[in-house]
């Protein structure tokens, strides 16, 4: 499976964007999928993940209300779609696949299976 984040850029406070990550390959439909960021100087961490069908979605706390991450199985795609966005968002966000369960995708914040490029997402003024 390969992964290709899009969709970053310069964003005010309190504004939205919306992230896109397209896949390639036949497995991507059958596993989980989600975002992941990392700030400098900072560890990467969890931000949403979903499970293979879309029926399931797990958010990390400073995600939660903010931000949906859906899936399209049709396009090979996943999304993240954020509002209200901090400052503090300001991150390289990673989209990412992995075999395993989304609700411990948490835990993998360097150990998912498939990993995209990154896409810069600045929050500022």
């Known amino acids: 499976v390969q992964l290709q984040a899009s969709g970053g850029g310069l964003v005010h406070p309190g504004g939205s964007v919306r992230l896109s990550c397209a896949a390639s390959?036949?497995?991507?439909?059958?596993?989980?999928a989600g975002w992941f960021r990392q700030s400098p100087g900072k560890e990467r961490e969890f931000v949403a993940g979903?499970?293979?069908?879309?029926?399931?979605?797990y958010y990390s706390d400073a995600a939660k209300g903010r931000f949906r991450i859906s899936r399209d199985n049709v396009k090979n795609a996943v999304y993240l779609q954020m509002n209200s966005l901090k400052p503090e968002d300001t991150a390289v966000y990673y989209c990412?696949?992995?075999?395993?369960?989304?609700?411990?995708?948490?835990?993998?914040?360097?150990?998912?299976?498939?990993w995209g490029q990154g896409t810069q997402v600045t929050v500022s003024s």
């Open positions: 990412a696949a992995d075999r395993g369960n989304v609700d411990t995708m948490y835990r993998r914040p360097y150990g998912m299976d498939y």
């Open positions: 979903i499970n293979w069908k879309g029926g399931l979605e």
């Open positions: 390959g036949d497995t991507f439909g059958s596993i989980a």
